[in-house]
């Protein structure tokens, strides 16, 4: 049963980049969508961005200009760094497996979430 | 990008009861559709792939169905471990889409 498992900095200050590293255990790494989520306090969920094992990548236009999500196939994690960071992004942020059945994409399973604040 | 709009937003209801929760698009994404359910501080856990195809696991009392830019989520039968926020997403089209969120209460 594949399971992740993500650490971070929890609190960092405006202007300062996010770094984010989600583990992968049990499972291949090829064939996926390595994805990141983010959630802030008492709020929906915003689709950050995926990233498969062949460096194709797809982020959110909203995020685009300021995140990187990258793969490292020999520790099987992948990772997530958003620069340039506001209170604004404040949030807890997941990670997720992404896969394509029947040509729809599920996310299953999710890391346990971390919770970034932003605050100077 | 795909608006998605959840209804209700909130709902209260009794065990055994059956609920339904929509999730409409703002344009016709097929059955790229998934849905979500979330406990207080833990991660959403897929409940239902593709519309209508029921995640390993998941009991059946919970099923979707629709196509097209309707959709819904029904559980048969509430159980007292139901009682969370469910989410609709959309995977036609990046960036990849969460409706707002229903969050189902205990009456």
């Known amino acids: 049963q594949v399971q992740l498992r993500q650490w971070g900095a929890g609190l960092l200050k405006p202007s300062e980049t996010l770094s984010l590293t989600c583990a992968v255990n049990g499972g291949s790494f090829s064939g996926y969508y390595w994805t990141w989520i983010r959630q802030p306090p008492g709020k929906g969920l915003e689709w950050i961005g995926e990233?498969?094992?062949?460096?194709?990548?797809n982020y959110n236009p909203s995020l685009k200009s300021r995140v990187t999500i990258s793969i490292d196939t020999s520790k099987s994690q992948f990772s997530l760094k958003l620069n340039s960071l506001t209170a604004a992004d404040t949030a807890v942020y997941y990670c997720?497996?992404?896969?394509?059945?029947?040509?729809?994409?599920?996310?299953?399973?999710w890391g346990q979430g971390t919770l970034v604040t932003v605050s100077s | 990008d795909i608006q998605m709009t959840q209804s209700p937003s909130s709902l209260s209801a009794s065990v055994g009861d059956r609920v339904t929760i929509t999730c409409r698009a703002s344009?016709?994404?097929?059955?790229?559709l998934n849905w979500f359910q979330q406990k207080p501080g833990k991660a959403p856990k897929l409940l239902i792939y593709?519309?209508?195809s029921l995640q390993s696991g998941v009991p059946s009392r919970f099923s979707g169905s629709g196509s097209g830019t309707d959709f819904t989520l029904t559980i048969s039968s509430l159980q007292p471990e139901d009682f969370a926020a469910y989410y609709c997403q959309q995977t036609y089209s990046t960036p990849y889409t969460f409706g707002q969120g229903t969050k189902l209460e205990i009456k």
């Open positions: 990233k498969d094992h062949s460096g194709s990548t």
């Open positions: 997720a497996r992404g896969r394509m059945i029947r040509g729809v994409t599920m996310l299953d399973p």
């Open positions: 344009q016709s994404i097929s059955n790229f």
């Open positions: 593709a519309a209508s």
